[in-house]
């Protein structure tokens, strides 16, 4: 099981919230917000895990029936708040149903937990509704309000919650964090890398993302003449769910190319093919850095309903000149 030791180098209060939810000392609500893959959800588990644990000793022990119900997602006095099924947003009626639920006496604790993994999903009526609740909050209840977008909520909301910021650690540390959850010293150090740092991310990187990044790298660093773009184009243009990923994927290969050229080897074996290598050491800094913000524009393009036909052609364009421009 994760403890709150777990995440020491996400956040600066990890200590604090151990200590204040195993003695029962927690405000009301809390703001954790960070990018995707630094523990958010993790540890505001911990956190009702720690505040309704009937265990021994240390808190939470894991093992009584409280920890376990929750850690089975099936603890009656913690409520995760999602959007309807098929809708995007969480509206105000969801949110009157849950706090209605809030309002009667706690199953089997001392407190209730509310958790909300999208707290950004909830439409401005939903916030203002729960913005009343926050300003007289029940008896023992804690809600927490988890977001990679804390500007997408009121500002009266936030300054209602006590607001934990979560970070990415530094390669270094994740890669140990990725060794001692159980993977090898080479996957840990090509997925830690890859998710920036980010634990969650790296655990979510899959087999298959690697393999396309290959595929991706080997396509698109394939073009070497403006003859050469259409039929690159032509292999992405109608797999619409990968799109946006191959757009992913492109920045995050840029970058690393730049660093390579950089001298700080980034471009890990077994992500790469061998065309993105040869693009690094056949192109000049310069050129990488254009490449770059062609990417950015592809992506500003897609914002904007640009069919991904014509924005990824724009950056294989770039590529193209570039080619032409250091011959390789
Ligand atoms: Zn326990």
Sequence with gaps: MLSFEDFKGQSAHIGQLKADFSSHAFVHAYLLCGPRGTGKRSVARLCAMAALCRGEGDKPCGQCGPCRRILSDTHPDVHTVLPEKSKQTIGVSVLRDVLAEVGVKSFEAAAKALV???AERMTPAAQNCLLKTLEE????TVF???TEQPGALLPTIVSRCRVIRFHPLSQQDCERRLIALG???QDARRRAHMAEGCVGQALAIDEERLALMEKV???VFSVHRSSDVLSVVNLYKDDKERQKLVMDLLETAVRDIMLEMAGKASMEEGCYAQQARSYARTVPLSGALA????ITRARMMLA?????ASAFESVLLKISEEYARWPW
């Design 217 to 219: 790298t080997g396509d």
């Design 144 to 146: 927490f309000l988890i």
């Design 291 to 294: 490449l770059a913000a062609k």
């Design 116 to 118: 909300f993994p999208e």
């Design 137 to 140: 909050p029940p008896q023992d």
């Design 304 to 308: 904007s309903n640009v069919s991904f």
């Design 183 to 185: 993977l090898s010293a």
